[in-house]
């Protein structure tokens, strides 16, 4: 497979500079494919082909004027509807903010813009980035490629099915629990959580502040570190930005190499609760490394067992502070025109209807955490637990370079399956989200498809903070032996959606 929309960024990359493919060219085979299977898909929200194509131009402008190009220019991407890019709504799945046009653009789509990327639209998510199907997005789920009975994963699920779809090469998101990991493992791609601060939070819609990390999504893990490059880096813009050059995630994606290097496989990350082919596919990789010239050892991290707790504490209290902004006055939707008698009947008509049910549940649960009688016992020691789940990846790095686990427990569910049970909806971030607690670096790369339903299964390896390039080096590594061992990619069997019944 190696048409223009099957290529990888490299490639396309590679073909633009060369003058083998004008940009123009790359980026109208992806707006046609779009507007072939996103019917069915719906992984976009907003499509913008003319700037696309106005960008496209620009760049093989540039190529014929002899001017030097950068690593991905004219390399087409697609968004999460969580970024600010002026003249296109910036809705983050949510009624409230469905016609707001952004007066600004965040810092991720001023530096793919600089580095002469193009970009589609934007992608679909879960309200808020609440969520881990994508089912709860005010206009409508995205379906996962593999199987558009199922779910694409979440919240990122938009981004995470453009690429498995073949609509994009590449794509932004971003992981507060696992909002990129967790959609690229149920969708046979690749997702990178960057070390917190280490792309720029500027422009993004907040979800939990201490938590969200924006990311990239890709094919394989060389595209993604290319694209790590162009997004990460010190902003001025952004307090909690890391003022540190960027890991060197592109040398390590082209080293591959695990030789004598220690990886350590989390006890408390397995048993009950992981799918069957889930906990098949993660063992055959950790022997595939151990193959692979890699040290095996076994770690513990105790208090990981009550990350969850702190998480669904420390993220609604952070949500609901965040989300009182959209109070119906300062911009977003205001419920008939704000005619009501008070400020607050405003406000209180404008959220009932603008907010989804997730989105009101995490505003109670962290408005009632926060509260005076209440704030030591929830929040307070939620925090005390972040501190042990920090010290536990402390302990653990100390004994070896990286950790490895499932990235989910179990594989994409169907529709429906768990929207009635908020738990169990929760329960599909149980391995990623000790990282968004401690702030280190994470990813997660497409390891095989589960016997029992044929869905991708995806292994997350963890590295320290600032240490990125780690999951690159591992994570290639595991990507180049099992491209041997199948002949291909993993979704080289991705079914041909063309062919799929409509
Ligand atoms: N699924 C998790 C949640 O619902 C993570 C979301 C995210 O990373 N944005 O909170």
């Not at 898909?41 to 907003?46: E, G, I, K, Q, R």
């Not at 004027?65 to 220019?73: N, Q, T, V, Y």
């Not at 082209?254 to 596919?281: F, H, I, M, Q």
């Not at 869905?455 to 590594?477: E, K, S, W």
Request: proline residues 6%.
């Amino acid at each position: 497979m190696n048409d223009t929309i099957h290529a990888t960024a490299v490639e396309l990359a590679a073909r633009i500079a060369a003058g083998e493919q004008s940009a123009e060219e790359v980026t109208r085979a992806h707006l046609d494919r779009i507007a072939a299977v996103d019917d069915q898909v719906h992984a976009f929200l907003a499509v913008d082909a003319g700037r696309a194509l106005a960008q496209a131009r620009a760049v093989d402008a540039k190529r014929a004027a002899g001017e030097r190009l950068s690593p991905l220019a004219g390399v087409p991407v697609a968004v999460k509807d969580l970024f600010c890019y002026q003249g296109l709504p910036t809705t983050a799945g949510s009624r409230i903010l469905a016609d707001w046009l952004p007066p600004y653009n965040s810092t991720v789509v001023d530096r793919l813009l600089a580095a002469d990327m193009v970009i589609l639209g934007k992608t679909n998510l879960d309200e808020f980035a609440m969520g881990s199907s994508t089912e709860t997005s005010a206009f409508g789920p995205t379906r996962n490629p593999w199987d558009l009975d199922r779910i694409p994963g979440g919240s990122g699920g938009g981004s995470s099915a453009s690429l498995a779809a073949f609509e994009a090469p590449l794509a932004i998101g971003t992981d507060t629990g696992g909002s990129i990991r967790q959609p690229a493992s149920v969708t046979g791609t690749v997702g990178v959580k960057p070390t917190y601060g280490g792309v720029s939070r500027y422009g993004v819609i907040a979800m939990a502040s201490s938590l969200d990390q924006p990311g990239p999504c890709a094919r394989n893990m060389l595209d993604a570190a290319l694209l790590h490059q162009v997004i990460g880096g010190h902003d001025p813009a952004d307090s909690t930005s890391i003022n540190a050059p960027v890991p060197d995630v592109v040398a390590a994606a082209r080293k591959a190499d695990v030789s004598g290097l220690r990886v350590g496989v989390v006890t408390e990350l397995g048993g009950e609760g992981y799918a069957p082919g889930v906990e098949a596919r993660f063992a055959e990789a950790v022997e595939l490394l151990s193959s692979l010239g890699a040290e095996i050892v076994e770690v513990s991290c105790p208090s990981f067992a009550h990350a969850f707790a702190a998480y669904y504490l420390i993220m609604p209290a952070e949500a609901s502070s965040n989300l009182a902004r959209y109070d119906g006055m300062r911009y977003g939707l205001r419920v008939n025109g704000g005619r009501y008698e008070s400020a607050e009947q405003v406000m209180r008509a404008t959220r009932a209807a603008g907010f989804g049910d997730e989105v009101k549940r995490r505003i109670i649960i962290g408005t009632y955490a926060l509260s005076a009688g209440y704030y030591d016992a929830y929040y307070g020691s939620a925090q005390k637990v972040r501190t042990l789940i920090r010290r536990d990846f402390d302990a653990a790095f100390a004994q070896c370079e990286v950790l490895v686990s499932p990235a989910t427990p179990t594989t994409a569910f169907r529709f429906g399956e768990r929207l009635s049970d908020p738990i169990a909806m929760y329960k599909s971030d149980l391995c990623t989200i000790p990282t968004n607690l401690a702030g280190n670096a994470a990813a997660s790369v497409p390891i095989g498809l589960a016997e029992e339903d044929g869905m991708p299964v995806g292994l997350q390896i963890m590295a320290p903070a600032m240490a990125d390039d780690r999951c690159y080096l591992v994570g290639a590594a595991v990507e180049a032996a099992l491209a041997d061992r199948w002949g291909g990619p993993l979704l080289d069997r991705v079914p041909a959606l063309e062919e799929v019944a409509r």
